[in-house]
């Protein structure tokens, strides 16, 4: 087994508590690419790429549809099949296993729920671009977010053709008007009362792991990422005690400012994560 992979199991154990950041490279090491004109999106979207050309799931999100029937077609299907419809993936329960015994937060820009399917708490996560669980007013007429699980389950099964019969439709219950997935598709995406408190959550896990070794783990995030990436970097160089993992496929990026208390791990994750985790368990 490589060193490495022993190094950052001992960090593991060895860290006060530990701040996980993750983007769509971790989703795609589980199966997921919404960016790609994979098998998925192909057996679940052929129609809709037959009538609009989409090339990915992504692409087809940011698209206007003909009407709003065909619109919750299009985003129940997605969070049926990337989300409810699924189970959580092995990669994430491995996941789950090497930090569910520390204090842990996560900060993520994926949709798709992953996280908490495989049991982290939701107190402890923040999800910077919303869920595909929930839905708001499209107009943002107010903060509210709501679950549109019982919605989308139910528009699973009175689906004719790409259309959700318009009885199926959820209004937004202050002004009447089309309710979205909850996902930044457009600019009235809100940042509700829960991404307040999530953001609140982390600022209190960040104020109690000061000056302690506070390890973070970043899956699949671009070397350019701001969003994340950008201000891990910066708690990276500002904490003595805070040591820093990076994980991507192809593209590690790490400044020489903290290269003496970073590990770059190049591959696949689902490749890399049970080899950690059974030097976790040596
Ligand atoms: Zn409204």
């Given at each position: 087994m490589e060193e490495k992979y022993k190094q950052i199991a001992e960090k593991i154990k060895d860290a006060d508590g530990i701040l996980i950041g993750a983007s769509n490279g971790l989703s795609i090491a589980e199966g997921y690419n919404i960016f790609a004109n994979d098998e998925r999106f192909q057996s679940y979207f052929s129609d809709f790429q037959k009538k609009y050309g989409f090339r990915s799931l992504i692409q087809?999100?940011?698209?206007?549809?003909?009407?709003?029937?065909?619109?919750?077609?299009?985003?129940?299907?997605m969070?049926?099949?990337?989300?409810?419809?699924?189970?959580?993936?092995?990669?994430?329960?491995?996941?789950?296993?090497?930090?569910?015994?520390?204090?842990?937060?996560?900060?993520?820009?994926n949709t798709d729920d992953h996280f908490a399917m495989a049991g982290f708490e939701r107190q402890h996560i923040w999800e910077l671009e919303g869920n595909m669980?929930?839905?708001?007013?499209?107009?943002?007429?107010?903060?509210?977010?709501?679950?549109?699980?019982?919605?989308?389950?139910?528009?699973?099964?009175?689906?004719?053709?790409?259309?959700?019969?318009?009885?199926?439709?959820?209004?937004?219950?202050?002004?009447?008007?089309?309710?979205?997935?909850?996902?930044?598709?457009n600019q009235n995406f809100i940042k509700g009362s829960e991404t307040q408190m999530s953001y609140q959550n982390y600022q209190k896990f960040m104020a109690r792991f000061q000056g302690k070794k506070l390890l973070i783990l970043e899956f699949g995030i671009g070397a350019r990422n701001q969003m994340i990436?950008?201000?891990?970097?910066?708690?990276?160089?500002?904490?003595?005690?805070?040591?820093?993992?990076?994980?991507?496929?192809?593209e590690i990026y790490i400044p020489t400012q903290i290269a003496d208390k970073a590990i770059g791990v190049d591959g696949d994750l689902s490749q890399i994560l049970p080899q950690i985790e059974r030097a976790y368990r040596e």
């Open positions: 087809g999100s940011f698209s206007r549809f003909e009407s709003e029937n065909e619109m919750w077609s299009y985003y129940s299907r969070a049926y099949y990337y989300m409810y419809h699924t189970q959580s993936s092995t990669l994430m329960q491995i996941l789950y296993t090497l930090v569910k015994d520390k204090p842990y937060f996560v900060v993520t820009s669980k929930d839905m708001q007013c499209a107009n943002g007429c107010h903060k509210q977010i709501y679950s549109n699980r019982e919605v989308v389950l139910t528009m699973r099964e009175h689906e004719h053709g790409m259309e959700i019969p318009s009885e199926y439709l959820p209004k937004c219950p202050k002004c009447g008007g089309v309710m979205k997935i909850h996902v930044p598709v990436k950008a201000p891990f970097m910066k708690i990276a160089a500002k904490e003595p005690n805070v040591f820093y993992i990076t994980f991507n496929k192809g």
